[in-house]
């Protein structure tokens, strides 16, 4: 069991840019989260996948998030024409079905 | 909706001091509640839950009991040491998501 682990663990990128997260969940948990937390905010819950199926987003997911899990296993977060107000620490977690969720340690991007 | 609100940090104590950090929450039903911890330049890990009214839950010597009665999960610690410094977050467990109060950050001195 060597965790959950997300890639980049950081990223610069200039406004207008598109960025691509990956994370890497536990094996055999079938369940994948997405979460924001901004500077001095607990996390907040973007979406998640059970399996492939993306059963849930959250409102903060705007039309330029998008997020995929196609074959079950690791999943990546698309932001699209970024902004200034995407700034974040973007976490990752997974589960086995409604038990409790380990996350990783986060991929913190900047928008300049 | 389901909130979760905590005591606003920092807390600063010193070592061997007891620890409180309030936590209370509005939900519907009796949702699972957490405490996860995030030590600086890590990820949140988890650091005990309670999944039903008047569970306990423990771990490295920080408490925290379940009171549908007043809606609360106060983590408590007797003793705290510098490695203890960190940031704790309380959540409860709405549905499938996990909802997170704003964070109470804890320093402890020598």
């Known amino acids: 069991d060597t965790g959950v682990s997300q890639d980049p663990r950081h990223k610069i990128t200039k406004r207008g840019q598109n960025v691509t997260f990956r994370c890497d969940p536990i094996?055999?948990?079938?369940?994948l989260y997405w979460y924001r937390q901004t500077l001095g905010q607990g996390p907040e819950f973007l979406t998640y996948?059970?399996?492939?199926?993306?059963?849930?987003k959250s409102r903060l997911l705007s039309d330029r998030f998008s997020a995929e899990r196609p074959k079950g296993s690791f999943s990546t977060l698309e932001i699209q024409r970024t902004e200034q107000g995407d700034s974040a620490m973007y976490l990752c977690?997974?589960?086995?079905?409604?038990?409790?969720?380990?996350f990783g340690p986060g991929t913190r991007l900047t928008v300049l | 909706g389901n909130s979760v609100t905590q005591m606003e940090g920092p807390v600063t104590l010193s070592e061997e001091a007891f620890l409180t950090i309030n936590c209370t929450y509005t939900?519907?039903?009796?949702?699972?509640l957490f405490w996860y911890v995030q030590y600086p330049g890590e990820g949140l890990q988890l650091l005990l839950k309670a999944t039903k009214a008047d569970d306990k839950g423990s771990n490295k010597g920080f408490e925290a009991t379940y009171r549908k009665e007043t809606t609360s999960f106060h983590l408590e610690k007797g003793s705290v040491q510098v490695s203890d410094s960190a940031v704790y977050f309380c959540?409860?467990?709405?549905?499938?998501?996990?909802?997170f109060g704003t964070g109470t950050r804890l320093q402890v001195f020598p």
């Open positions: 959540a409860l467990r709405s549905t499938d998501k996990l909802i």
């Open positions: 094996s055999e948990h079938n369940r």
């Open positions: 996948f059970q399996n492939e199926a993306q059963l849930e």
């Open positions: 939900a519907t039903g009796y949702p699972s």
């Open positions: 977690a997974s589960s086995v079905g409604t038990d409790t969720q380990y």
